[in-house]
Nanobody
Framework: QVQLVESGGGLVQAGGSLRLSCVAS????????MGWFRQAPGKERELVAR???????YYADSVKGRFTISRDNAKNTVYLQMNTLKPEDTAVYYC???????????????WGQGTQVTVSS
């Protein structure tokens, strides 16, 4: 069992930045594909970015060039640096861990509790 705990959300003005962190329990963190998802009210949960244990990354088109995902396997932590934030980035952001490369939330096995990101215009 893996437990994921996110932090770093908050309220920021458009154009600002936030960095989300997700700390995982367990000793096999480096074997997981880690993803950041978000879910806005009335919308489906969507993949924002994911990173493999070896550091290969994927980004949704809506965040390319603005968001950066990274991980520190020694600290069991994955990060999401969010720059040039827009009001449409407002959502609850979730950290997730899985074993396959997928954009579907159904393919991720473990989830954090979520952290709210609100971007004001």
């Amino acid at each position: 069992q893996v437990q994921l705990v996110e932090s770093g959300g908050g309220l920021v003005q458009a154009g600002g930045s936030l960095r989300l962190s997700c700390v995982a329990s367990g000793r096999t963190f480096s074997t997981y594909v880690m993803g950041w998802f978000r879910q806005a009210p009335g919308k489906e949960r969507e993949l924002v970015a994911r990173i493999t244990g070896g550091g290969s990354t994927y980004y949704a088109d809506s965040v390319k060039g603005r968001f950066t995902i990274s991980r520190d396997n020694a600290k069991n932590t994955v990060y999401l640096q969010m720059n040039t934030l827009k009001p449409e980035d407002t959502a609850v952001y979730y950290c997730a861990a899985g074993f396959v490369l997928s954009i579907s939330p159904m393919r991720y096995n473990y989830w954090g509790q979520g952290t709210q990101v609100t971007v004001s215009s």
